[in-house]
C-alpha cells in the first residue's frame, strides 16, 4: 500500500488528493481580460516585472512559495532569540542528523550562499565540475573562483518527449571519460543535483549513484549532493526504482544522503521556509567550510538566518520524511501534464517534481527562437488566464560577442508547482486556459527587446511583440467566453 497522496475514484480515474486542510487563506486577483492585457504591457512582457496583484495563480517559482504547516508556524514562537549558542539550532543540527544522517552541519543564509561557500573552498582556476545538470546559481559560483562545469547528462536527459524514469542521471561512462581526460586533480567533486530543477525536476536513481559513488572513490573524488529537491527525488525513487517501493521515504533519504561525502540544501525549496545549510560527517570538511560561513554568513548557530525561520526549517526538514507532504507537488504536476499531454499540448514527460513544462517550440511553431517563443508564450498564457509561468529559454539564455542570441537548448514554459498551496480545481482551470490557448496558437506570434540588461537579462528586460497579437488575443478570448473572467 502506498501512501502517496493520489486517490482512485469509483469510475477508476486517479486524482490527486489535498492530505490538509486549508485554514489561513490569501485573496486572489482574478482580472477581466483587457486589464490582464494591459498588465503585461506595463510589465514589459516580462512575468518577473509583474505584481501579485494582477495575478490569479503565480506558478513562477516553488523558491520560498511552499505553504507551511502549522507546525511550523507554531515552531516559530519557541524560537531562542542567541547570537551564539542557540537551542533553536540545536533543534535545527538534531533535525538534520535525523533526516539526512549527517553529523556536522553549518547554517547558511539561502542555497546560493551554500555554493558560495563551498566552491570558495575548494573550486581553483583549471578545475572541472562534472555535474547531471547545472542550476543557474551553481554555474555562477563556479565560475566566480575560476572553475568550469561539465554536464554529464544521459541521452535522454534533454528530450522533451520520454518515457525514461530518471532523467536526472549522470552518463557514468561520459564521466570516466571526463576523469580520464582532465586528471582526477583537476575534479574537486562531482556534484549532484536531486531532481534536476532547470531540466524539468527530473530525478536521479539510486543505482545512478551508487554507481557515481563507485567512480569517485576508485579516484578518490569527493562527491557533493546539491539536496535542494531531494525530497521530491525521494519520492520518485519509490515510485519509480523497484528495489525502493517498499522503502519509507526517510529510508530512502538516508540511502540518498549516504552516498554523498557533503551535502548542501536550499531550505526555500525542501523544508518550505528560508535559509539553507551544508552538512556532512566528515569533520574535516567541517572545519574546512566553519571559517568562511562565519566571514560570509554569520556565527555558526544562525548563519543569516532568523532563529524563527531555523525552527520552521527543523520542522519542515523533518516533515520532508512524509510522503503525503512531498509527494503534493509531484502528484499535481502528474495530473496537469497527463491532461495536457492527452490533449495533445506539448509538455515535457515523464512528469518531474517542480513544474509542468510546456515545450514553446513545440507549441508556437510558426515563432521563429529569435523571437523569443518560450517568453511570447509566457505573455500569452497570462492574458488567456492570469496564471504566470515562468520563461526557460532564450531570453534566458545570452548573446555571442558579435551579438547573437545563443538560442537555448529548448524553449520551455515553466508552471511551477509550490508544495500545497493550490487545489485541483485550480489546477484544472490552469490546464483549461492552457487547451484554449492551445486551439488558438495561430494568434500567438513573438517578441524583441526594447530593453536589454547585459546580464541576467531575463530579470529585468522589457519586452514588445512584433505585431498587434496580443490585442487579437483577448478580442478572441473576450468573443469566446462572454461576461466570464
Ligand atoms: C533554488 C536552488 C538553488 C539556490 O537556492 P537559493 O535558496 O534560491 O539561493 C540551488 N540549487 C538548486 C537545485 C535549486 O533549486
Not at 520524511?321 to 504536476?333: K, L, M, R, W, Y
Not at 509561468?389 to 539564455?397: F, L
Not at 537548448?409 to 498551496?421: G, I, K, Q, T, Y
Not at 500567438?444 to 530579470?459: M, T
Request: glycine share 8%; hydrophobic share 40%; aromatic share 8%.
Amino acid at each position: 500500500m502506498s501512501t502517496s497522496p493520489v486517490i482512485k475514484l469509483a469510475s477508476g480515474e486517479q486524482i490527486p488528493i489535498e492530505l490538509h486542510k486549508v485554514r489561513m487563506v490569501q485573496k486572489l486577483h482574478l482580472k477581466p481580460v483587457e486589464e490582464r492585457l494591459e498588465a503585461v504591457k506595463a510589465a514589459g512582457y516580462n512575468s518577473f516585472l509583474m505584481s501579485t496583484r494582477d495575478i490569479f495563480l503565480d506558478m513562477l517559482t516553488d523558491s520560498g512559495t511552499n505553504a507551511m504547516s502549522d507546525l511550523q508556524v507554531s515552531s516559530m514562537l519557541q524560537a531562542d532569540d542567541a547570537y551564539a549558542g542557540s537551542q533553536s539550532f540545536d533543534r535545527v543540527k538534531q533535525a538534520v542528523k535525523d533526516v539526512f544522517g549527517k553529523e556536522y552541519f553549518l547554517p547558511v543564509h539561502q542555497g546560493r550562499a551554500a555554493e558560495h561557500v563551498i566552491f570558495q573552498a575548494f573550486v581553483s582556476p583549471g578545475h572541472v565540475v562534472p555535474m547531471n545538470y547545472h542550476f543557474t546559481t551553481t554555474k555562477a559560483h563556479i565560475e566566480l573562483p575560476g572553475g568550469k562545469i561539465d554536464e554529464i547528462f544521459t541521452e535522454e536527459g534533454l528530450k522533451v518527449k520520454s518515457t525514461f524514469p530518471f532523467k536526472g542521471n549522470i552518463d557514468i561512462q561520459k564521466l570516466r571519460n571526463l576523469i580520464e581526460t582532465h586528471g582526477a586533480d583537476k575534479i574537486p567533486f562531482v556534484r549532484m543535483e536531486a531532481s534536476t530543477n532547470l531540466i524539468g525536476g527530473q530525478p536521479f536513481s539510486v543505482e545512478n549513484m551508487r554507481q557515481v559513488r563507485a567512480v569517485c572513490q576508485q579516484h578518490n573524488i569527493m562527491l557533493l549532493l546539491d539536496a535542494s529537491l531531494i525530497g521530491e527525488n525521494a519520492y520518485f525513487v519509490k515510485q519509480r526504482e523497484a528495489e525502493f517501493k517498499d522503502s519509507s521515504i526517510g529510508e530512502i533519504l538516508h540511502t540518498l544522503c549516504g552516498l554523498a561525502d557533503l551535502i548542501y540544501f536550499s531550505s526555500r525549496k525542501v523544508s518550505s521556509t528560508r535559509g539553507g545549510g551544508i552538512c556532512t560527517n566528515d569533520v574535516r570538511l567541517f572545519d574546512q567550510l566553519k571559517d568562511l560561513v562565519i566571514l560570509y554568513e554569520g556565527f555558526l548557530t544562525y548563519g543569516g538566518m532568523s532563529v524563527r525561520e531555523i525552527e520552521a526549517m527543523a520542522v519542515g526538514l523533518r516533515e520532508t520524511q512524509d510522503e503525503t507532504v512531498i509527494g503534493q507537488s509531484p502528484a499535481f504536476i502528474k495530473y496537469l501534464v497527463e491532461t495536457l499531454d492527452a490533449q495533445g499540448v506539448p509538455v515535457v514527460t515523464p512528469p518531474g517534481g517542480l513544474g509542468c513544462h510546456v515545450d514553446a517550440g513545440g507549441f508556437l511553431p510558426h515563432v521563429p527562437q529569435t523571437e523569443y517563443p518560450a517568453g511570447a508564450l509566457v505573455a500569452a498564457y497570462y492574458i488567456a488566464s492570469g496564471v504566470r509561468g515562468m520563461e526557460r529559454g532564450t531570453i534566458s539564455s545570452v548573446r555571442d560577442e558579435a551579438g547573437n542570441d545563443l538560442l537555448a537548448d529548448v524553449e520551455l514554459m515553466r508552471l511551477a508547482m509550490p508544495r500545497r498551496v493550490f487545489t485541483l480545481s485550480q489546477v484544472k482551470y490552469a490546464a483549461d486556459r492552457l487547451l484554449w490557448l492551445y486551439k488558438n496558437r495561430e494568434l500567438v506570434g513573438g517578441l524583441r527587446f526594447e530593453y536589454e540588461p547585459k546580464v541576467l537579462r531575463f530579470f529585468l528586460g522589457r519586452l514588445v511583440p512584433t505585431s498587434d497579437w496580443p490585442e487579437r488575443l483577448a478580442a478572441k478570448f473576450r468573443a469566446d467566453f462572454g461576461d466570464s473572467l
